[in-house]
T-cell receptor
Framework: GAVVSQHPSRVICKSGTSVKIECRSLDFQATTMFWYRQFPKQSLMLMATSNEGSKATYEQGVEKDKFLINHASLTLSTLTVTSAHPEDSSFYIC???????????FGSGTRLTVV | EDQVTQSPEALRLQEGESSSLNCSYTVSGLRGLFWYRQDPGKGPEFLFTLYSAGEEKEKERLKATLTKKESFLHITAPKPEDSATYLCAVQPGGATNKLIFGTGTLLAVQP
């Protein structure tokens, strides 16, 4: 139990286009989901907190108009990278918590490459 | 400022050679300390949550301990399949649910 599914696992897009990443909680409901970004050999950095039915909360320095988050249901959050540029290339990971006994469960991540 | 520091950055062990990984933290009110395992190109896999100083948790060859300033992940008689990056994260006090991660320890266990 407590599985978070993330798709796609890899995506290559052209500079200037938009990419959507999906994060689903498969066997539990998540009113809150989290989006992280990880650069090679660096720590996971929280980008934003996705709240079901309301606006996402973005961390300082994260452009909300560039990284659009939608949390339309209790099991699905999406991150759209708009007008992607090569510097947006990174590993994006979502997470949610099914309860305190399980900590925070992470998706398998999405490797975005912008060419 | 809330901060998590992990050491060493990398550790190479022989199979069966026990060791410990360190996670030092400064945080305004600790709600929880988390250990994760991350394989290359994958998301972190949950291992343990510790909530208060003196707490210990075990899972197979892994044992996590917590003090007021740091946590240790002890690996007993490791096997090659234990090779991965081990991440430590803290959840500060307050209303936020955010986790603050360290940069991890890359563990390589050689047969």
């Amino acid at each position: 139990g407590a599985v978070v599914s993330q798709h796609p696992s890899r995506v290559i897009c052209k500079s200037g286009t938009s990419v959507k990443i999906e994060c689903r909680s498969l066997d539990f409901q998540a009113t809150t989901m989290f989006w992280y970004r990880q650069f090679p050999k660096q720590s996971l950095m929280l980008m934003a907190t996705s709240n079901e039915g309301s606006k996402a909360t973005y961390e300082q320095g994260v452009e909300k108009d560039k990284f659009l988050i939608n949390h339309a249901s209790l099991t699905l959050s999406t991150l759209t990278v708009t007008s992607a540029h090569p510097e947006d290339s990174s590993f994006y990971i979502c997470s949610a918590s099914p309860g305190h006994l399980y900590g925070y469960t992470f998706g398998s991540g999405t490797r975005l490459t912008v060419v | 400022e809330d901060q998590v520091t992990q050491s060493p950055e990398a550790l190479r062990l022989q199979e069966g050679e026990s060791s410990s990984l360190n996670c030092s933290y400064t945080v305004s009110g600790l709600r929880g300390l988390f250990w994760y395992r991350q394989d290359p190109g994958k998301g972190p896999e949950f291992l343990f949550t510790l909530y208060s100083a003196g707490e210990e948790k075990e899972k197979e060859r892994l044992k996590a301990t917590l003090t007021k300033k740091e946590s240790f992940l002890h690996i007993t008689a490791p096997k090659p399949e234990d090779s991965a990056t081990y991440l430590c994260a803290v959840q500060p006090g307050g209303a936020t649910n955010k986790l603050i991660f360290g940069t991890g320890t890359l563990l390589a266990v050689q047969p």
